[in-house]
Structure formats: structure tokens, C-alpha cells
């Protein structure tokens, strides 16, 4: 890892004195003084004066070349929540729009959130509707991030992983769809070492062995291009670059397109940048005179550019040493779209030219906004963030020509609706390059779909392309059909949703007091009435898995006194924090342990074992030790054995041991690691070793609600690419 670079006030002042750019550094310097003095006192993780974070910042944004407000946004945009200063002092000391685009960067803290996922959630939305108004929040909040990230080794490992995953899933496809691509790259590999810091180091080490090697290889191929291009008219002179893939980039190929790191063609890149679109194609000509092309491994975003607006010819071709390599051919001003993106903007007065040109980029944050709109359900935006902004994309055609940009997964159902929303809804089937295809058919790269619609003017969509639909565009569209066309029928089909889980969950709410019981629920998902609470889970825009595991604390605390049928545990001395999870019959003030040689779970059968002085002792019905006991059918010993059971409120985290036998690969750790952390599951410990025949083992110590979500885990880890065998651990 690179080692952190201090920034100071003089560094950043004379940085604006040698910038073409005009700042206003006067007010630059005061939003400085100002920051320093709320910040006084405080401290980062390293233990590190808090304003040094500010002021790195603020250095990243002028290497950006943002603008003065931004600059001084960047340098207060902690104040207003670390410190006592308001937006309304920032207001009247540094303008409006300094103030704004601080409140638009501010975490929300003083809301009430149920959960972390939620807390994230919100905080995702309020950042997307403040940089609907102005699209620098998210710039300073990107690079905010990427400083975090530089950083990040000073923080508890369990923290580590989590920001490592937030920037991950969020941060990095945001970048991507502003198309700031230092960023990106950046908050990928950072976001990559913490995350998976084995897979990390061998690539790392692959790549710096063999680096004169490649400095050299790619200096020859420069000095050669530059050479032939001497012969050919320019209005001025082509300028050549050489790039390696990042490390994640390179870990992208090797574990999604299971390739060795050998067959990586664009591992290594040559790029060369010229004055107009003709001369782009003329360079293309050259090279392919010059080596061979690789077939299919040409791609030409200048007539059909990437989503982000990502503009260049690329095309992979053999070297006389033959190892393949890409060249990547642009103009200036495609050149700065690519490595700025948005940002261009302002660095360059050439970079988006006109207002139009900057609502057509920004039309997806709109996009996004609307379809979490649909679903009642606030963390639907960090999923559409995740899916959807994803830098994979492929390219459809509709049969007229015109192309259709889509993340990778996408069916025929996504494709019918990002043509447009009556399309979708009228979609009967498709066909694709001339062949019928059904509607879960997964659409490639070069493909010319051709959707077949109905003219009933009642047709709709099928709750079931809700499963089929990859986008969540598609699914919003699809949703928000069935709100408004569908309210009496989603009503119906809510109410029994619901009813169907209050009863597998055995909560049983007067009819009287559901709305109350539902109260909070309501008012987060905007709901005004139980009708539109059922309606809302009818056609999909609640999940009520999501909300099953609080509304079951919540029942207990209020209720379970009223029902007859359910035994109150008694208090057992246990660890403190920790509830008594077992009932026992008959038998009063008596210790429980849960055995250490089959770590039980709610859900699981279990027996009791009368110890000697140690109270009862609780093993799975499946333990190797009680089923020893048995066998050996001595009277003592099954007198000791007692019925014992679970008790209702079974929500307490337990511990308990898992084993993978997965065959060795590349980013295994990663993507085991990543299930855990997704699932909020805390590791106490872990370990890995490799067998004689070439497979891994992966073994860790976990804390888990009930064998239900671990059965939901397994089933996700056996998934995973490699994996054999998953299962619990016996001590």
C-alpha cells in the first residue's frame, strides 16, 4: 500500500498559485481558519490532527480542477457534523452554495433508523437528491472517500471490511458512472486489499516481478507506433502513453472470466491521443497494418459510447513478441471525459460542452431516484447502485440500429423496459438475431433484440418477471404498474402475505391493534393506511423478510404475556448480556450451557445433560457424544438425559463453527468473506489451509441468530465458484 502523503495549508496555497485556473484564495484561506478552529482538539484514528483529512481533500478536488466553492466545501465538510458550527454560520460567512453542498455531504445522525443498512440507505438517497440539485456533493463526497480509504489501515478490522464493502458496492459504481476513472480505479484496488488481501498481494507480486520487463515491453512498442505515425498528417502531434491494468481489474478477469493471468489481453494497453475523430480512425488503420488484431476484440465506443459517456476505439493486436496487447485511440477532449468524467466540466472548458450536454449525464441520478420511489423500500437505492451503475455493461440493438447500453445479466424483460415503459408492459415475446428467445433470456454484447408487444390495451406485466427482471429500473417499472393498476387485487394479496408469515412467526396481533403495531412501519414506507401498507406488499415494494426479525422483538415485548400457550423461560445464571434461550420442565434455578462439541442453534433438536455440578449441559440430538452415550446403553447415564426445548424469543447471536472444502483458487477468501460480511455475521475466527490434492479448507468461528440464517448462508456458500462442501464444525 502506497504510504499516506500530509497535506498541508501552504502545500494547497501553492498549489492554486501555480494553477491556470483563477481561485478566490482569500476565501479559500478563511473556510481553512475556519475548519482549524472547529477542528481543534479533534483527532483521526492515527491520532493525527482531525484537519489534516480536510485539507487532503481538498488537495484531491484541485488535482480534479474543481472550482473555488467546491475547495472550500471540501475543507468544511466535516464542521456541520463533528463540530458545534451550522449550516446556517456557514451560510452567512461562505455563500449559499458552500453551505448547501456541506448539508448535501452530512450524514444523517438524528433521524430514527432501525438498522445500519437502513442508516447507509438513507444516507445513500439524501446524497443522490442533493447532487440532483448539484452534482459537485457527490464529487467531494467521492473524494472524501477515497482519502478515508488511503487511510483505512488505522481502523478496527471489522470496520475495515465494512467501509471496504460500502465503497465497493456504492462508491466505486458511482465513479464509474461519472466516469471519473482515477477514482474509481482507485477506491476499487483499495477497496480490493481489505477485502480479499491474499488474492491482493499475489497479484501484486505477479506484477511487480515481472515489472522492468513490462516497462521495457511497452516503452519498445511506444518508440515503434511513434515511429510509423512520423509518416502520417496530423494537425498536431499524436501524443503516445503507456498503462497496466489495475490489480483489480486484472482479479476481474482472472475470477469472472476464469482466465489465467496469461490470457489477460488488455493487461497491458498503449494509448494514443490525436486532435480529431478522423485522425482516431486513421491511427486504427496504422495499427492494424502494423500487428495483427486479435479476432472479436475490437470495440468502438466513439459511435456507440459507454454509458458514462466514455469515448474511445480499442483494439487488442498481437506483438512481435508475441504477447497481445490493447491500443486505446481518443481525442483530447474524449480523453478528458474519460479520466475526469463530470469533473471535466470544470477542469477543462472544453470538457461538457453546454447545459444539455450536462442533463443528459446526470438524467440517471433522476432515474435512480424515481425507481427507489417505487418500491417504498429506502435501501432499494444502494441495490439499484450496486446492480445497475455496474462497470460491466453490454451493448443490444434494437432492429432499427439504434443500441441499447444494459449491465451484464440483463434479460429480454430489461431490454423491452429501458426501451421504454409501455413497451415493457406490453411485451409478449422477443427474438433475438431472428430466433424466439424466452423472456428470461440473458442478451450479449453485439445482439439485435427484437421485442414483440401486445395491442390489447388491458395487457400489463406478470408479477412473475419481478424474478425475471435483472435491472431494477425494470422492476421498478414493473412495481409501480402493479401500484396503480392493481390496488384492490395487491391488497388481498398483502393482507394474506401477511397473515401467512404472522402466523409461520406465531405472532398474533388483535385486529384492533394491528395498525398501531404497524404504526412506525407504516409512516417509514409512507403509508397513511393499513390498505396501503397491505397494497405496498402486494405488488412488492416491501420486503416483509426485512421486517419479520423486528416485528418478532417487538411482539414479545409487548404480547407474549397475553398468550397462554407459551412458557416463560426462567432465569438462568448465563453469560451476562445473554438470555436464557431453553425451557425446562419442572426444574428450577439451574444453570445452562450450551456444549462446546456441537455449538446448538435455535431451530436445531436438542436434549439436556444433567451434569455434576455444572447444571444442564444442552447437545444436539445428532452430537456424536450423545449418540456415543446412547450406544453404550448404560441406565445411569440416559437418566441423566431430559427433554429440553427452545424458547419463542430465540433472536440472540450464538456461536458456532463452519467448514468449507472449496478447490483453491484466486479470490475464494474474497468471495466467502464477502457472503459473511453481506449477511452481518461476525467472525471470532478464522483460518485456511491447503490439502495434499490441491483443495482449501476454510474454517471459522462465527456468531449466528438460528440455523435457519444459517442454512440461508450454506446456501449462498455453496454457490460460490469451487466450493465443495459446506458445513458445520464439530469441536
Known sequence: MPEEKIITMDQLVQMILTNDKQYDL??????????????????????????????AVAHILLELGMDTDTICAALLHDVVEDTAATSEELQKRFGRDVAMLVEGVTKLTKIPIFNKEQQQAENVRKIMLAMSQDIRVIIIKLCDRLHNMRTLHYRPVHKQRHTALETMNIYAP???????????????????????????????????????????????????????LQDVPFEEEPQIEGRVKSIYGIYKKVYIAHKEMEQIYDKYAVRVIVSTVPECYNVLGVIHDMYRPLPNRFKDYISTPKSNMYQSLHTTVLGREGIPFEVQIRTWEMHATAEYGIAAHWKYKEGIRGKDKMEQRLAWVRQVLEAQQTSDDVEEIVRII????????????????????????????????????????????????????????????????????????EKGPNRAWLDIAHTNEAKSKIRS??????????????RTMLEKEFKRSRIRIPEDELEKFLGDDMKRHNCTSLD???????????????????WKDL?????????PDIVQPIVTPVPKGRQSRIILDEITDCAV????????????????????GHGIS?????????????????????????????????????????????????????????????ARVPIIHSSSRLLKNGNAVFEATIRIVNKSQLTAMFDRMRKVKGVMTVERASN
Open 555 to 563: 411482539y414479545h415485548k409487548n404480547y407474549s404475556d397475553d398468550v
Open 593 to 612: 450451557k450450551f456444549a462446546q462439541c456441537c455449538s446448538p442453534l435455535p431451530g436445531d433438536e436438542i436434549v439436556g445433560f444433567i451434569t455434576r
Open 481 to 494: 404498474w402493479f401500484k396503480k393498476e392493481r390496488r384492490e387485487e395487491n391488497i388481498i394479496t398483502g
Open 174 to 228: 458511482l465513479a464509474h458512472r461519472l466516469g471519473i476513472r482515477a477514482v474509481k480505479d482507485e477506491l476499487e484496488d483499495l477497496a480490493f486489499h481489505y477485502l480479499d488481501p491474499f488474492a491482493y498481494s499475489e497479484i501484486e507480486h505477479l506484477m511487480e516481478i515481472k515489472k522492468d520487463e513490462r516497462e521495457e515491453f511497452i516503452h519498445s512498442i511506444k518508440e515503434r507506433i511513434a515511429k510509423r
Open 26 to 55: 482569500s476565501k479559500i484561506t478563511s473556510a481553512y481558519e475556519f475548519a482549524a478552529k472547529a477542528h481543534e482538539g479533534q483527532t483521526r484514528s492515527s491520532g493525527q490532527p482531525y484537519i489534516i483529512h480536510p485539507l
Open 386 to 457: 450496486k446492480n445497475d451503475l455496474a462497470p460491466e455493461d453490454i451493448i443490444v440493438m434494437t432492429p432499427k440500429g439504434d443500441t441499447i447500453s444494459l449491465p451484464v445479466g440483463s434479460t429480454v424483460i430489461d431490454f423491452a423496459y429501458r426501451i421504454h415503459t409501455q413497451i415493457g408492459h406490453k411485451t409478449m415475446g422477443a427474438k433475438v438475431d431472428g430466433r424466439i428467445v424466452p423472456l428470461d433470456y440473458e442478451l450479449q454484447t453485439g445482439q439485435i433484440c427484437e421485442i414483440m408487444t401486445s395491442k390489447d390495451p
Open 618 to 678: 444442552v447437545h444436539t440430538t445428532s452430537c456424536v457424544n450423545y449418540r456415543s452415550m446412547l450406544s453404550r446403553n448404560i441406565p445411569e447415564e440416559k437418566e441423566r438425559w431430559m427433554e429440553v426445548q427452545w424458547t419463542e424469543n430465540s433472536d440472540a447471536a450464538m456461536q458456532t463453527s463452519i467448514e468449507i472444502v472449496a478447490q483453491d483458487r484466486v479470490g475464494l477468501m474474497f468471495d466467502i468473506s464477502a457472503i459473511l460480511t453481506e
Open 532 to 550: 396501503d401498507f397491505f397494497a405496498s406488499i402486494g405488488y412488492g415494494g416491501i420486503m416483509l423478510q426485512k421486517l419479520l426479525p423486528r
